[in-house]
Every structure is written in structure tokens, then in C-alpha cells.
């Protein structure tokens, strides 16, 4: 009898990154940092993504925003933060359905989704996973293991 394992479902999110600079406030701040030259999935790009995070975080009005909206923005976020990743890492990375992948590897046993309908890149190759956008969500919780983005997505990267 043989055993398979189920299915793994990929997604396609480079939209969802894209919404950070198609959707962005009335904020003059926002209105003239997050454009689509400047959100261009540089590593250079994070700083400025983790700046506007920090503006959620430490602003009346990103508070409440993070409030009302804290799955979309994490995910956004997160989703930017993954498409870094797989820019420079030539392609051996897919976003996937994080259910799916859960039921297919051992890497995830000890994480719970951060957002409905999350999703995690997955490299096939290597067995490997990575979770951007949980580790937005740490850091909005004042959780994470990381001081900024830039060295969560370095380290991504370099391992």
C-alpha cells in the first residue's frame, strides 16, 4: 500500500506585495516613500518597507490602521519581505499554501499560522521553508528574533 503525501498547493502573492505601493494612504510620508521605484525588491527596498513598519508600530495612526487590518498588512509586508528573498535566490523558491506544506515536511511543526490562508516559500530542492510572513507578525507583536527586516531577509538569503 502506498502512501502519498497530499498535494502541495502553490500561490501566486507577487500581487499582494505590489499593494503596498498601489494602496497606499493619504500619509505624505507614505504617498512619497512607497512608490513602485522605490518598493523595486532591493535589499535597499527593506529598509524603507521596515521604516514604514516602525511608522505602524510607533504612530497613532498606524496603530489603529494595524488594528483594524493587522492579517492584511502583515501579510503585505510579509509578502514584499518573501519576494526579496526569491529575487536573490535565483529562483529556488515558490510561494505554497502553508497547510500544504506543513502536511509535507517536518519544518513546520512547531509554527501555527500567523494569518488566515497564509502561505510560506518552499524550496522542493532543498526541503526548506521560510516564513516571512510570520516573522512580520513577531515582529508587529514585539516578538521577533530579529532587530529589523534587513537581517531577517540577509540571513534568509545567506543560508
Known amino acids: 500500500m502506498f502512501f502519498l503525501k497530499p498535494k502541495l498547493i502553490k500561490n501566486d502573492l507577487k500581487y499582494m506585495a505590489e499593494l503596498l505601493s498601489k494602496d497606499v494612504s493619504p500619509d505624505q510620508w507614505d504617498q512619497h516613500n512607497l512608490t513602485k521605484a522605490n518598493l523595486d525588491y532591493s535589499l535597499d527596498s527593506v529598509r524603507l518597507v521596515n521604516e514604514y513598519a516602525d511608522r505602524l508600530i510607533q504612530t497613532e495612526f498606524g496603530q489603529q490602521l494595524l488594528k483594524e487590518h493587522a492579517d492584511n498588512f502583515t501579510t503585505r509586508i ?36 500567523s494569518v488566515k490562508d497564509e502561505s510560506v516559500l518552499y524550496s522542493k530542492k532543498m526541503d526548506t521553508v521560510l516564513c516571512p510572513i510570520y516573522e512580520v507578525k513577531q515582529y508587529f507583536e514585539g516578538n521577533s528574533n530579529y532587530d529589523n527586516f534587513m537581517a531577517y531577509v540577509e540571513e534568509a538569503i545567506e543560508n
Open 78 to 113: 510579509g509578502v514584499y519581505l518573501g519576494e526579496v528573498i526569491k529575487n536573490h535566490k535565483a529562483g529556488k523558491y515558490r510561494w505554497f499554501d502553508f497547510n500544504s506544506i506543513k502536511k509535507n515536511t517536518v519544518h513546520l511543526n512547531h509554527y501555527v499560522l
